[in-house]
């Protein structure tokens, strides 16, 4: 089945503890990006790759790192979490970057608390 | 810069009657449009776009939209709601003559309600 996976599907953890959201799909997609998902403001972008060892910012992008070593992976990493980066957060992807007409296909989401 | 703008955070609509969920934009040359569903801790599902053609675009699940170039809109619909329909939705929009990449700008969502 076509899908974008990631892990964890919940997570609470303290102020400062660096964590790693896992995102992979298996549809060899070259296009993958992360969005915070807020109450209000919608969906922001914060990082976006457009193949292996290519990333660039999105909208918000502090606070947040993110690294494309393999085609299906694009994990999310937050080196010192802080309480304002609590949200829900979901990984996408499409097959090709420059195909402006193409959907994006969405992970399940990861909702971050951070205290 | 680019723009969505989804009015109304909620709409309820009685089960078996028409709805509507809004949307307009705003782009610097023509647009792509979406429209993404958002179950109860689901991901978002692609519902449909506009690329170009046809001002009434069919989609997933009986929902389509209709494309209003003059008013800068891409309003949702749907002829008879169905309690399952009842979610989040997101209108979003990407500049078609950006020239190179060019993101895609999500609205901040409008939760539908549909009443048994």
């Known amino acids: 089945e076509a899908q974008v996976t990631q892990n964890p599907r919940y997570l609470i953890t303290v102020t400062g503890k660096k964590l790693t959201v896992t995102c992979s799909q298996n549809?060899?997609?070259?296009?993958m990006s992360w969005y915070r998902q807020d109450p209000g403001l919608g969906l922001r972008q914060i990082y976006y790759s457009m193949n292996v060892e290519v990333t660039d910012k999105g909208d918000v992008p502090e606070g947040y790192k993110v690294s494309r070593k393999e085609k299906r992976n694009f994990p999310l990493i937050l080196e010192s979490p802080s309480p304002n980066q609590t949200s829900l957060y979901f990984c996408a992807s499409s097959p090709r970057p420059r195909a402006l007409d193409t959907e994006a296909f969405f992970g399940q989401g990861t909702r971050l608390t951070v205290v | 810069a680019q723009s969505v703008a989804q009015p109304e955070d909620q709409v309820n609509v009685a089960e078996g009657n028409p709805l509507t969920v809004k949307c307009t934009y705003s782009?610097?040359?023509?647009?792509?449009l979406f429209w993404y569903v958002q179950y109860p801790n689901r991901g978002l599902q692609f519902l449909l776009k506009?690329?170009?053609?046809?001002?009434l675009v069919k989609g997933s699940y009986g929902f389509e939209a209709e494309f209003n170039k003059s008013q800068t809109s891409f309003h949702l619909k749907k002829p008879s709601a169905l309690v399952s329909d009842s979610a989040l939705y997101f209108c979003a929009v990407r500049d078609q003559n950006s020239g190179g990449y060019q993101k895609v700008t999500f609205g901040t969502g409008t939760k539908l309600q549909v009443i048994p």
């Open positions: 549809m060899n997609h070259e296009y």
């Open positions: 506009y690329i170009t053609g046809d001002n």
């Open positions: 782009v610097s040359g023509n647009p792509y």
